[in-house]
T-cell receptor, first 112, second 111 residues
Framework: DGGITQSPKYLFRKEGQNVTLSCEQNLNHDAMYWYRQDPGQGLRLIYY???????QKGDIAEGYSVSREKKESFPLTVTSAQKNPTAFYLCASKGTGIHEQFFGPGTRLTVL | GQQVMQIPQYQHVQEGEDFTTYCNSSTTLSNIQWYKQRPGGHPVFLIQLVKSGEVKKQKRLTFQFGEAKKNSSLHITATQTTDVGTYFCAGPAGTASKLTFGTGTRLQVTL
């Protein structure tokens, strides 16, 4: 099956801990994205990557970091510097010449 | 920066009633996309509109792109409970295949 996987579905962490969210795709897409969604809100772009070993900050990158060492993988680290990390995190990918973004199932992060 | 607003924020209808959500961009868009997110789920692409004044239909859903390419609408005829979810519009944000998503309209349908 082709698609995007995110793990885990639910994640709980204590305040002050860094946490890494996984995003893997086997669609052979070059571009990958991380979004944050708060209850009743739209999607806000955290980071995106157009190609391996390259990524750019989105609108709300502070307190987050990413890496893109492989085409298939785009992990997001939520650092202790992120003041309000509790949210629903969505990963997406897009192929070259394709206009739509494909989303993973999301990870719901709760920081206690 | 670019802003994309949607109204209404929430609408509750009886099954069989029609529903419309409106999307307005602060800048002219080269195209506009629509996504649907079911409760607890992830956004799923519905359609892309490119031409000024374009109208596209998918069964009971009608999508329209404004003449000035700054607004769009999604109209659902005779809603069903399967239409429940949040509908987002999204427009290109500069280069690099980024999208700016609208604020979303949450639709609730009851029998």
């Amino acid at each position: 099956d082709g698609g995007i996987t995110q793990s885990p579905k639910y994640l709980f962490r204590k305040e002050g801990q860094n946490v890494t969210l996984s995003c893997e795709q086997n669609l052979n897409h070059d571009a990958m994205y991380w979004y944050r969604q708060d209850p009743g809100q739209g999607l806000r772009l955290i980071y995106y990557s157009q190609i391996v070993n390259d990524f750019q900050k989105g609108d709300i990158a502070e307190g987050y970091s990413v890496s893109r060492e492989k085409k298939e993988s785009f992990p997001l680290t939520v650092t202790s510097a992120q003041k309000n990390p509790t949210a629903f995190y969505l990963c997406a990918s897009k192929g070259t010449g394709i206009h739509e973004q494909f989303f993973g199932p999301g990870t719901r992060l709760t920081v206690l | 920066g670019q802003q994309v607003m949607q109204i209404p924020q929430y609408q509750h209808v009886q099954e069989g009633e029609d529903f419309t959500t409106y999307c307005n961009s602060s800048t002219t868009l080269s195209n506009i996309q629509w996504y649907k997110q079911r409760p607890g789920g992830h956004p799923v692409f519905l359609i892309q509109l490119v031409k000024s004044g374009e109208v596209k239909k998918q069964k009971r859903l009608t999508f329209q792109f404004g003449e000035a390419k700054k607004n769009s609408s999604l109209h659902i005829t005779a809603t069903q409970t399967t239409d429940v979810g949040t509908y987002f519009c999204a427009g290109p944000a500069g280069t690099a295949s980024k999208l700016t998503f609208g604020t979303g309209t949450r639709l609730q349908v009851t029998l």
